[in-house]
């Protein structure tokens, strides 16, 4: 490698320009040609993304190199070209899945969604229940209390309440961490209560299209001032799986991986099979039933 390469983050992208932070300061990137010529269906470079560059001025390079990724959280987005991988943030740390207790009601199947794809990238998943004061504390404990026993970190939290507000500060401090889940959730205000002005910050880089509700989003990190980044993912209305085929889907359900094994047959779907251990454990009350019918919507290819 080149001694004249710097190593940086992608830390935002748009329209094919890219935004660099390497030796503490921000650089303009575009891709080198050659990295355009790739063939590929998914985002060549994206935030989160560790890059080497090469210096066209102190604020202005060239992106030579993009690092494997170890890691991405992701969505199916169909083009006119036909399906591509969106890469929502490469490489973060952590995810934090908000979803509200009231105003929007939450809806758990989509959770499940979001938690498969993170299983599968191995990505640590906080779920955050936001506005816990429309609900109160203990209902809102009881709306999401599926997932602590499946061993996920539950944060409850309310910027009217200020409750937990500081344990989110800790949580994303030197971490590049991404908020996401669907609109109208209050990330914009649990990010302005961990920094001020920073959902502020972030909110201004969504712009309209001026076609009905579509919104074009600028993927941006935001660095934190104790350390890190994070990033605003787009509200989701909708999530798609990208390459998860259905006879592997039983392992990214933590309650369920571990059963697999004692199922009378080794393709076993869980779904109308005898000898099967999953629908064993269904019927005495080990497995959620929201949680298998989200498990089996997702085999079954349903929304």
Request: net charge positive; glycine share 8%.
């Amino acid at each position: 490698m080149s001694a004249d390469l710097i190593q940086g983050l992608v830390i935002r992208q748009q329209a094919g320009f890219y935004a660099v932070f390497a030796e503490n300061r921000e650089i303009a990137c575009k891709l080198r040609g050659k990295l355009k010529e790739k063939k590929t269906n998914e985002d060549l470079a994206a935030i989160g993304d560790r890059v080497f560059i090469t210096l066209l001025s102190p604020n202005e390079g060239v992106i030579e190199k993009v690092l494997p990724r170890e890691k991405a959280f992701f969505r199916l987005a169909p083009t006119a070209r036909g399906e591509y991988k969106q890469i929502l943030i490469a490489n973060p740390d952590k995810i934090f899945l908000v979803f509200a207790c009231a105003e929007p009601a939450p809806s758990l199947r989509m959770l499940d969604r979001f938690l498969v794809i993170a299983e599968k990238q191995k990505i640590p998943a906080v779920i955050v229940a936001n506005k816990v004061d429309l609900v109160g504390e203990q209902k809102a404990r009881e709306m999401f209390d599926i997932y602590p026993r499946l061993g996920y970190k539950l944060i409850l939290t309310s910027v009217k309440q200020e409750l937990n507000i500081d344990l989110l500060r800790r949580e994303v401090q030197g971490k590049i961490s991404a908020f996401s889940g669907p609109s109208g959730v209050g990330k914009s205000s649990l990010l302005n209560a961990i920094q001020p002005g920073l959902g502020m910050l972030i909110g201004k880089l969504k712009v309209s299209s001026g076609k009905g509700r579509h919104t074009t989003v600028v993927r941006q990190l935001i660095r934190l001032e104790e350390g890190g980044f994070v990033a605003d993912m787009p509200g989701l209305r909708s999530l798609s799986l990208w390459d998860t085929h259905p006879e592997e889907l039983d392992g990214y359900f933590p309650e369920l991986r571990d059963l697999v094994a004692d199922c009378q047959f080794n393709n076993c779907s869980h779904i109308m099979e005898p000898g099967c251990a999953v629908r064993r454990a269904l019927a005495e009350g080990k497995i959620h039933p929201a949680r298998y019918e989200s498990y089996v919507k997702l085999r079954n290819g349903d929304d």
